[in-house]
């Protein structure tokens, strides 16, 4: 099974065709009341540990031994069964991962959408 996931700042509009909206950042986006934000789910669990968010910071220096780390909290039985989760509560449809970070390439939804897409074939 194809999964189409995507990802987006919170603080770009919602678009119609976006499906499942997952927001995957720890904390709540800076400046967005709750109630502004557009999501079907907010999965703080998911989102790095506070220590590796902490660490990384979000300098780009530090993306390869982020990348690995985060992959690496992911693989704990709780991560994958709350990545199981988003996929069958998505039912098919898109899912958007919403995350607050300015830098587009270097952050955890780019990390969290490669590992629930699963490996390239």
Not at 26 to 46: E, F, Q, T
Not at 59 to 66: I, M, N, R, S, Y
Request: charged share 30%.
């Amino acid at each position: 099974m194809t999964i189409t996931v995507d990802i987006r700042r919170a603080y770009e509009p919602s678009q119609a065709d976006e499906g499942y909206r997952v927001l995957v950042d720890r904390l709540w986006p800076r400046g967005i009341a709750k109630a502004d934000l557009v999501y079907d789910l907010w999965c703080k669990d998911l989102a790095p540990s506070s220590d590796l968010r902490q660490w990384f910071g979000h300098q780009v220096e530090k993306w390869p031994e982020f990348s690995k780390r985060y992959r690496a909290e992911l693989q704990t039985p709780e991560q994958q069964g709350r990545i199981h989760d988003i996929i069958s509560a998505a039912k098919g449809q898109r899912i958007t991962l919403i995350y607050g970070a300015k830098d587009r390439e270097h952050n955890q939804a780019v990390v969290l959408a490669a590992e629930i897409k699963g490996p390239e074939t």
